[in-house]
């Protein structure tokens, strides 16, 4: 599976963003998705992830009710919705596909593909 993540860019505080993440695979479908983002100097953080049956949705508590993960099957494509964005959101994100017919996958070390990142910059 292939994935490229866009939609990156510089918005100022209060603003919003849409990734998207498109996957080449047609077994898109098979995986939990999730994002990740980096910030210069600090690990990897999990962001959100989408169960494989699109039903399961999870965030982390610094994003939870401002960000929503979502996907198109017939797209092979995953989506993160960013509002209300704050300048401790800017980052490189990352989308992964990962877990194969499973929920609940938020560890970096349980996703098996990575898209390239894209960068959002929140100006305050």
């Known amino acids: 599976v292939q994935l490229q993540a866009s939609g990156g860019g510089l918005v100022q505080a209060g603003g919003s963003l849409r990734l998207s993440c498109a996957a080449s695979?047609?077994?898109?479908?098979?995986?939990?998705m999730g994002w990740f983002r980096q910030a210069p100097g600090k690990e990897r953080e999990f962001v959100a992830a989408?169960?494989?049956?699109?039903?399961?949705?999870y965030y982390s508590d610094s994003v939870k009710g401002r960000f929503t993960i979502s996907r198109d099957n017939a797209k092979n494509t995953v989506y993160l919705q960013m509002n209300s964005l704050k300048p401790e959101d800017t980052a490189a994100y990352y989308c992964?596909?990962?877990?194969?017919?499973?929920?609940?996958?938020?560890?970096?070390?349980?996703?098996?593909?990575w898209g390239q990142g894209t960068q959002v910059t929140v100006s305050s």
């Open positions: 989408l169960g494989w049956s699109g039903i399961r949705k």
């Open positions: 992964a596909a990962g877990g194969a017919y499973r929920d609940y996958v938020l560890l970096p070390n349980e996703y098996g593909y």
């Open positions: 695979a047609t077994t898109f479908n098979h995986y939990n």
